[in-house]
RNA sequence: GGUGAGAUGGGUGAGUGGCUGAAACCAGCAGUUUGCUAAACUGCCGUACGGGAUUACCGUACCGGGGGUUCGAAUCCCCCUCUCACCGCCA
């Protein structure tokens, strides 16, 4: 969420790049500036009556001591006609409040400079491409075809045991996604990324602290008799390794690793980008997190790219790299790349990883501060990237590699895999 | 699942109605001393919000969370959450 110092020192600020979100937010941005304005004016009154509450009680135990019952017994009431007081304000002052914050969380984050006008993800911006799209003969399959072909991922098996969206990987099928996070780790801790196993249930607190809750709560699994939800990407456990922390200078940087199953009821998208692994309820994913100070934030953030287009080349997938636009922007990214690789078999780009900078939109929530060199606790900025989600890693490799009904497996893939043709 | 104990500042831990935003020790920071390492000594050392000449300083809140009793609550009462220990079950 966006602090408060912010929309009161520069409303028109906020307003003017929350547009290039497509977000109208004057009239929430000025009932908060008046909202805010009433919450310090309560509080001054409420601190001063207090005060005085508390200036009259010690004054009553000294006159006791002195044994001035009668006095005492009049301060006593002035004390309770001042409680009264305070207690309608304390009310006021918590309607007020409960008020700002609801109308504070409605709020997306604001796009940082480089994030290119547009309305949608046809006006993503590429800046950069590569690899060779591969020529594949009239008998190429997309992957479902292949993948059933070659039993190595079972849909129908999934449907049985769970429902759709959940497959069942075999034999080579279940070893390459056992390589290829193997391999992203390998690469990742290498990068200096510290590798950490999280839970991939979660309480309330940790969904509340990376923003899923509460507007994306129906996206989630619930385990409703814990309380539990079941994480729909490892940042929600990582970055929440850091909530309520305070860092200092020589924290930093914070970089971590971790591989988790996702999972994702993507309740509501439903269609022909479904089909196969394109879009799954349960899929794995290594991720990586990073936590900055605001003045190196954007640094780490092109050394992420970086990192993820490296571990792209190795795989040899036809990729491009897209900055998205302020309309396809998420809610509480500051700025989001995205990389695509070419499933040739299908014609299209799919989405294999995200790398974002939230600056300190998260860590406002997360209350992740760091005491900087005058001593000062201010906002860290916090970011991540999928490096990288494997369905749709899997479903490019098998139908960009395939060749003669078998699928050759990347050189760099070979030492994990232990076997080099499907 | 059963029984019991507990939750206090970065850590250990004192504190059963006012002088306690909170002892002491450890850790951390600054300094003095010192041939090095070490040690000793002195001072500082929570967070948030508000006020303010915006360093100072002042006010208020916070001792797991919420409510209550009282002129006054870390301390007494109620509810909730969580943690630990033992037993049972078990990968």
Not at 83 to 100: C, F, Q, R, V
Not at 144 to 152: R, T, V, Y
Not at 345 to 354: F, K, M, T, V
Request: aromatic share 8%; charged share 30%; with cysteine.
């Amino acid at each position: 969420m966006l602090t408060l110092k912010l929309l009161r020192e520069d409303p028109e600020y906020v307003i003017r790049k929350l547009a290039v979100k497509h977000f109208d937010a004057r009239e929430i941005v000025e009932k908060i500036v008046a909202l805010d304005k009433n919450r310090r004016d309560l509080q001054k009154d409420l601190d001063a009556c207090l005060a005085e509450q508390k200036r009259k009680a010690a004054m009553i135990g000294s006159l006791m001591k002195e044994g001035k019952k009668a006095e005492a017994e009049a301060a006593k009431s002035e004390v309770a006609s001042l409680k009264e007081h305070s207690k309608e304000l304390e009310a006021a002052s918590e309607k007020n409040n409960d008020e700002l914050m609801s109308l504070i969380v409605l709020l997306p984050n604001i796009p940082c400079d480089l994030v290119p006008e547009g309305k949608d993800s046809n006006d993503n911006l590429v800046v950069k491409t590569g690899g060779t799209v591969p020529e594949l003969g009239p008998d190429a399959l997309p992957h479902w075809d292949l993948a059933k072909k070659l039993d190595i991922i079972d849909f129908d098996l999934g449907v049985k045991l769970t429902g759709a969206g959940f497959p069942v990987y075999k034999g080579k099928g279940a070893r390459l996604q056992r390589a290829l996070i193997n391999m992203f780790l390998d690469i990742n801790t290498r990068a200096g990324y510290l590798e950490v196993e999280p839970p991939v249930m979660v309480n309330e607190a940790s969904g509340f602290g990376t923003g899923q809750l509460p507007d994306k709560e129906g996206q989630m699994y619930h385990a409703t008799l814990d309380n539990f939800y079941l994480v729909p990407t490892a940042e929600v456990p990582v970055t929440n390794i850091y909530r309520d922390v305070i860092l200092s200078e020589n924290d930093f940087p914070v970089k971590m690793t971790a591989y988790t199953p996702c999972f994702r009821r993507e309740a509501g998208s439903y269609g022909k980008d479904v089909r196969g692994l394109n879009r799954l309820h349960q899929f794995d994913k290594v991720e990586i997190v990073r936590i900055e100070k605001p003045e190196n934030s954007y640094a780490a953030l092109d050394d992420m790219v970086a990192h993820v287009e490296g571990i792209v080349c190795k795989l040899g997938l036809p990729y491009r790299i897209l900055r998205l636009c302020g309309g396809d922007l998420s809610f509480t990214s500051a700025i989001t790349y995205d990389f695509e690789v070419y499933s040739a078999a299908q014609g299209r780009w799919l989405e294999i990883s995200s790398v974002s900078n939230f600056e300190s939109y998260q860590a406002n929530r997360l209350k992740l501060r760091y005491k900087d060199a005058d001593g000062k606790t201010q906002l860290a900025h916090t970011l991540n990237g999928s490096s990288l989600a494997l369905p749709r890693v899997v479903a490019a490799l098998l139908e960009d590699f395939q060749k003669d009904g078998h699928v050759i497996i990347p050189e760099a893939l070979r030492p994990y895999t232990g076997f080099d043709i499907i």
